[in-house]
């Protein structure tokens, strides 16, 4: 055994022991996951401080988002340390096994793609050795767990630090205060390593924990008033206590603007107090040293937050501007207008004192600065950051920043032509686009090692763990029916995972010899579940009239929680489970379709559904889906894509070719050209295979136990409904035209070996979607940031 190994078992065994009176193989999973965690923590200790001061004194990147979906930790780590044999030989010896911590949960402190990115980037800048660290804030809850009951979402908080948080350390000797209009609390940081891939570098990730300042009123506890002597104590704690608060009132508008502040001011001030360590207040040199990346506007906060540390530090208004201009960067995610952030000032005011004076100073330099260059005055006005009586975060942050990206090229475009037009009419020069990408070390090597190791023997080495691109190399092998057999194999070994993941985790059977198509991703009318599952219905009425006679047997799986208060995505969860009921209780279609709703998507199901997936509908409505990131992560697996030329679809069959994929349905430009006279009324009344889905949600096919939600997404169709247009995305447009090729997916899938080539290709292709390739990008074009490696 190395010496490496020897400290492992050393540390494992007397935290077993130390902690729980117990030895490897008496340990529950949980007990496990904790003592071995921390046993891998001393394995990277020393590293990990080499590595912090390797950042800090090289010019280095912030990383700050609202959140980060990391998911579970633990093999991700040994796997880029290189011990998942040695420790899994190593507890096998002991009468324990790595595979007991499968049952270990997610951390979850984030929604889904955005936060996704953000750990695929965190991933990718430690394997490249880059000085970048991510800050963001320690939720108590995660994303809620979400439980299917009679088909409904069910909401269960996420309790994630339950069992312990061995991956974190805790430093209270760093905490600082963070004073807002109601309250000042304390921002604890705790500091969670990210573990880059065959090299020494080691990230950290310091998310903030709120806290009170006094931890509790001993007097008002004396007075026996129990309730008053926490109030305190709970009003600092909410600031951190969950992710996205509802903000339908302004008590949770005020709460999330406080979360917003907490995170953007704490890494601020850590930053800043870092500088003055080692440069003590002349600030010259504060912008040559630091690039703050703001994921989305969550931490625009952070650019007027600068501004007022400097003022305090004796920098006049100008000079502090002049350095934010020169560190911030934002990436927007998305064009939707209603979900860009804006904050009355009222609001700001009452949250978050001194912000908005900060933020009517910078527009009021916008101002000078847009009439100096000549601009006229209704664009002016169109591009105040302040109209309207209420802060524009993204404004703000393409004004007061170095440079802003979109996140596919598609979605880069639209930002200049439409959402930010006039900002790219006067600064051309700050647009850039950075596609997105996904870690390969985890999206493949993890979740599917029977194809990695495939990948690893044809290439004969492991190069493409850091060298996606190296996959193109392998392009060779699309006509070599061995190869494409043994994928084909891999497949079924996959689907038969997967099904037993499902019996195991949620108690479903499903029939692993059938196609597996899935659409799994957040719930939103945007992302066209709906139509997903209008297209199936119609597939189901088809096959049972027989009209649909040569149907590929195929298993549609659908993943993906809704927003709590989103009312109609809650309708559409409602609706997939009705349409699985119908299907699977009818002996006429039995064996050929099957429609399963996977409960609670997060990372860990993610792993599982993309390495089983042959299919992988992506389908929002063109121009709405910023990237998306499932797509490339389905892709590296060897999915076909079933998609809208939306977001890096595009990319997508750019790299892999059309052949290789079934790209479908209206294009960016016609559904601008459509919108203004678009009838889905029209459409319903010329066609009959619409007309039998639409009706079927009201005429009582469907069961949606008394709740009126089929009837009020058939209105939202027809009628339309709350704000929203009839069939304001387009479902109607391209039903025709998404089932026709729905139909030759499936029909494609009865040749085997032609079907696999597409997925083959796919595979070999996929190089251009690795988060390596596109943090590469930021740290040369954006960031100008450099390896620290030794
Ligand atoms: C990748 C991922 C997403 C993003 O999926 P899209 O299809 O790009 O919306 C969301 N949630 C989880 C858990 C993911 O892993």
Redesign the pocket.
């Known amino acids: 055994m190395t010496e490496r190994m020897k400290a492992v078992q050393t540390a494992l065994d007397t935290f077993l022991l130390r902690e729980y009176h117990k030895t490897a193989a008496e340990a529950s999973p949980n007990e496990l996951h904790m003592a071995l965690s921390r046993a891998m923590m001393n394995v990277i200790s020393a590293d990990w401080r080499t590595s912090r001061a390797a950042h800090a004194a090289a010019r280095h990147t912030f990383y700050l988002s609202a959140e980060f ?1 990391v998911g579970r930790a633990i093999f991700n780590n040994l796997l880029c340390l290189g011990m998942t044999q040695e420790v899994e030989e190593l507890l096998r010896a002991q009468g324990a096994s790595l595979e007991e911590l499968e049952s270990v949960e997610d951390a979850a402190l984030g929604n ?2 955005l936060g ?1 990115l953000a750990a695929c980037y965190l991933d990718s800048a430690a394997t490249l050795s880059l000085p970048l660290d991510g800050y963001g804030i320690r939720y108590r809850y995660g994303l809620f767990k979400q439980q299917i009951e009679q088909g409904f979402q069910k909401e269960q908080p996420d309790d994630w630090t339950h069992w312990g948080d061995p991956w974190s350390v805790r430093c209270d000797e760093e905490a600082v205060e963070v004073a807002f209009g109601r309250h000042t609390v304390r921002a604890v940081p705790y500091d969670m390593p990210v573990i880059g891939y065959g090299t020494h570098n080691i990230g950290t990730l310091r998310l903030w924990q709120a806290e009170p300042l006094i931890p509790f009123d001993f007097m008002r506890f004396n007075d026996q008033d129990y309730d008053g002597a926490v109030e305190a104590k709970n009003r600092a704690e909410d600031i951190s206590r969950v992710l996205y608060p509802n903000d339908s009132s302004d008590e949770g508008k005020i709460l999330r603007l406080e979360q917003e502040y907490f995170f953007s001011s704490a890494s601020l001030q850590d930053m800043v107090r870092a500088y003055k360590r080692v440069h003590g207040t002349d600030f010259l040199q504060f912008a040559a040293l630091h690039a703050v990346q703001l994921n989305d506007t969550h931490p625009v906060l952070a650019i007027p937050e600068l501004i007022r540390l400097l003022k305090n530090e004796g920098l006049s208004f100008d000079d502090a501007f002049e350095i934010a201009r020169a560190v911030f960067c934002y990436t927007n995610h998305t064009v939707m207008p209603e979900a860009l952030e804006t904050w009355p000032k009222d609001l700001l005011e009452r949250a978050v004192p001194g912000m908005y004076a900060i933020i009517e100073q910078i527009d009021a330099r916008l101002h000078r600065e847009l009439t100096d260059r000549g601009v006229p005055a209704d664009r002016i006005s169109r591009m105040s950051i302040t109209r309207g009586d209420a802060a524009h975060m993204a404004d703000l942050a393409v004004y007061a920043g170095r440079f802003v990206n979109g996140v596919a090229r598609l979605h880069t475009e639209i930002l200049k032509s439409s959402v930010l037009a006039d900002w790219y009419a006067v600064y051309p020069e700050r647009f850039q686009n950075k596609t997105n990408g996904i870690t390969q070390r985890r999206w493949l090597a993890l979740a599917n090692p029977e194809l990695s190791a495939l990948l690893t023997r044809l290439l004969g080495s492991e190069r493409w763990l850091t060298d996606l691109s190296a996959l193109r190399e392998l392009l060779s092998f699309e006509n070599d029916q061995g190869v494409l057999r043994e994928f084909i194999s891999i497949k079924k070994t996959r689907h038969q995972a997967f099904a037993a993941w499902l019996r195991r985790v949620h108690g479903i059977e499903v029939d692993p010899d059938t196609v597996f198509d899935v659409q ?3 719930i939103h009318e945007y992302k066209r579940q709906l139509l997903g599952i209008l297209a199936i219905l119609e597939l189901y009425f088809e096959i049972k009239s027989g009209e649909l006679s040569d149907f590929a047997p195929t298993t549609f799986f659908f993943a993906g929680k809704s927003a709590p208060g989103y009312l109609r995505a809650k309708g559409i969860i409602k609706l997939i489970g009705a349409v699985s009921d119908l299907i699977a209780a009818d002996p006429a279609v039995a064996g050929k379709i099957r429609v399963v709703f996977v409960p609670n ?3 860990t199901a ?1 792993q599982q559904i993309i390495a089983a997936a042959d299919v992988s509908e992506q389908i929002s409505t063109a121009g709405t889906e910023a990237s ?4 490339m ?1 389905l892709m590296a697996n060897g999915a076909v894509t079933l998609g809208t030329l939306d977001g890096a679809n595009v990319e997508i069959v750019e790299e892999a070719g059309l052949e290789a994929n079934y790209i479908f349905g209206a294009h960016v430009e016609e559904i601008h050209d459509r919108a203004a006279d678009y009838d889905p009324n029209a459409l319903y009344q010329s066609d009959s295979r619409i007309r039998r889905v639409l009706d079927a949600l009201v005429d009582g096919t469907l069961d949606d136990g008394g709740t009126g939600y089929f009837q009020e997404l058939y209105d939202s169709i027809l009628k339309g409904a709350s704000w929203h247009n009839p069939d304001q995305y387009y479902l109607l447009l391209d039903f025709g035209r998404y089932l026709d090729a729905k139909l030759t997916v499936n029909r494609d899938t009865c040749d085997e070996i032609a079907f696999a080539r597409k997925g083959w290709r796919n595979i070999c292709t996929c190089g251009k979607f690795s988060s390596d390739r596109a943090i590469a990008e930021y740290a040369s074009d954006i960031w100008k940031i450099e390896s620290t490696a030794r």
């Open positions: 979906l889904g793609g996704r799994i991703k957040r998507y997060n990372v993610a998306g990131t499932g797509n992560k």
